[in-house]
């Protein structure tokens, strides 16, 4: 069974950063992508970014040049920095992990909350 379990949400000035962090454990193919989506009030959920098994990254308009999305491959952790956070960025920020092999794999963590408000 594949968990992941996020941390590093809270409460943060506009202006000011936050780390998140998303753990899985359990058996997972090497090859995946690990995503961040996020769903503020009243809206549907959208990805924020992600990154392959190979590094490679993809970001959203809204949050290019300010977030930055790494992963260790070694502990099976993605991590999401966001810099320069604004109120619109208020929302439960979701990890997401996919893979492919003969089926689709998608499993989601829990959501942490990131408020930014003054």
């Known amino acids: 069974q594949v968990q992941l379990v996020e941390s590093g949400g809270g409460l943060v000035q506009p202006g000011g950063s936050l780390r998140l962090s998303c753990a899985a454990s359990?058996?997972?193919?090497?090859?995946?992508?690990m995503s961040w989506y996020r769903q503020g009030p009243g809206k549907q959920r959208e990805l924020v970014a992600s990154i392959t098994s190979g590094g490679g990254a993809n970001y959203a308009d809204s949050v290019k040049g300010r977030f930055t999305i790494s992963r260790d491959n070694a502990k099976n952790t993605v991590y999401l920095q966001m810099n320069s956070l604004k109120p619109e960025d208020t929302a439960v920020y979701y990890c997401?992990?996919?893979?492919?092999?003969?089926?689709?794999?998608?499993?989601w963590g829990q959501g942490t909350q990131v408020t930014v408000s003054s």
């Open positions: 359990g058996s997972i193919f090497s090859r995946n992508v």
């Open positions: 997401n992990l996919v893979w492919y092999r003969i089926a689709q794999y998608d499993y």
